[in-house]
């Protein structure tokens, strides 16, 4: 079989941990199953295809890999990546919060998780680029607490989440950047000029099950894995189980990265 998803996400992980000595690596996965969103939103995600069975075998060969080289996974039945993620910087911020966080993702849910202590981590450029808490604010003009309702105006094409036909991302930003939230501008609504306080008006009960459906969770009781996400790059790329799975796979440019 065919092992094209793995060779990605090794040349992914290994461009990312030569620019950046992390101590800490944790990786998480979809657990599948349902969750609160379907039964608030029955079309959520329903536009994404089943994930075909090479694929699920890649995931799965990918994730004993994982296992055999020393890096810990987490995997929930029911619960999403993005909400392990989540709940566990949450908690963990809580516990020390000296902790520094940078998430890799392709999600831009997860900007709204953006602080002076987690990055986010994204390709941009066909790079992997640090982007920040400051890099946020001046892009957007308003704080990342507030992205979760500018997705609520604008909802997300990717996870099939309908937003108010008529405002784009140009008046919603304006909006956010007066009103900081949903709940905030509808308390104002009246005050808003006709065509945007109609639109508003007729669909405020779209945009605040948007702000349910978007909202991270950050509460899932994780089980008590920090400790073992202890990482060493220098240690990882040595891993005897790793280039062995290389040299099977005839993966040779992912062991000239490894040297």
Same mark, same amino acid.
């Given at each position: 079989?065919?092992?094209?998803?793995?060779?990605?996400?090794l040349?992914?992980?290994?461009?990312?941990?030569?620019?950046?000595?992390y101590?800490?690596l944790l990786?998480?996965?979809?657990g599948?199953?349902?969750?609160f969103?379907?039964n608030?939103? &029955?079309? @959520? !995600?329903a536009?994404?295809e089943?994930?075909?069975?090479?694929?699920?075998?890649?995931?799965?060969?990918?994730k004993?890999?994982?296992e055999?080289?020393?890096?810990?996974?987490?995997?929930l039945e029911?619960?999403?990546?993005?909400?392990?993620?989540?709940?566990? *910087?949450?908690? !963990?911020?809580?516990?020390?919060?000296?902790?520094?966080?940078?998430?890799?993702?392709?999600? !831009?849910?997860l #900007?709204?998780?953006l602080?002076q202590? *987690?990055?986010?981590?994204?390709?941009?450029?066909? !790079?992997?680029?640090?982007?920040?808490?400051?890099?946020?604010c001046?892009e957007?003009?308003?704080t &990342?607490n507030?992205?979760?309702? @500018?997705?609520?105006?604008?909802?997300d094409? *990717?996870d099939n989440?309908?937003?108010?036909?008529g405002?784009?991302? %140009?008046n919603?930003k304006? +909006?956010?950047?007066?009103f900081?939230? %949903?709940?905030?501008? @509808?308390?104002? %609504?009246n005050?808003l000029?006709?065509?945007?306080?109609?639109?508003?008006?007729d669909?405020?009960? #779209?945009?605040?099950s948007?702000?349910?459906l978007?909202?991270? %969770?950050?509460?899932?009781?994780?089980?008590?894995i920090?400790?073992k996400?202890?990482?060493?790059?220098?240690?990882w790329?040595?891993? &005897?189980?790793?280039?062995?799975?290389?040299?099977?796979?005839?993966?040779?440019?992912?062991?000239?990265? +490894?040297?």
């Amino acid at each position: 079989m065919k092992q094209g998803t793995i060779f990605f996400f090794l040349r992914v992980l290994i461009s990312i941990f030569k620019k950046t000595d992390y101590q800490k690596l944790l990786v998480t996965f979809d657990g599948g199953g349902t969750n609160f969103r379907k039964n608030l939103l &029955p079309q @959520y !995600k329903a536009q994404r295809e089943a994930m075909p069975e090479e694929l699920y075998q890649q995931m799965e060969t990918a994730k004993l890999l994982l296992e055999k080289t020393g890096i810990t996974y987490l995997q929930l039945e029911n619960q999403e990546a993005d909400d392990l993620i989540a709940s566990f *910087v949450n908690q !963990k911020t809580k516990d020390n919060p000296g902790l520094t966080f940078d998430i890799f993702t392709r999600d !831009k849910d997860l #900007l709204q998780l953006l602080s002076q202590n *987690v990055n986010i981590l994204k390709y941009i450029n066909g !790079k992997a680029t640090l982007y920040t808490y400051d890099n946020f604010c001046q892009e957007y003009k308003f704080t &990342p607490n507030s992205y979760i309702d @500018y997705l609520s105006l604008l909802g997300d094409n *990717v996870d099939n989440i309908e937003g108010i036909k008529g405002i784009g991302p %140009v008046n919603a930003k304006k +909006l956010i950047r007066q009103f900081q939230t %949903v709940e905030n501008i @509808y308390q104002k %609504v009246n005050d808003l000029p006709e065509i945007t306080r109609h639109l508003l008006i007729d669909q405020a009960k #779209l945009v605040l099950s948007n702000k349910k459906l978007i909202s991270l %969770v950050i509460n899932i009781s994780l089980p008590d894995i920090y400790e073992k996400c202890k990482f060493s790059w220098e240690k990882w790329k040595n891993n &005897p189980e790793l280039r062995q799975f290389c040299q099977e796979n005839k993966f040779h440019s992912i062991l000239k990265l +490894l040297d």
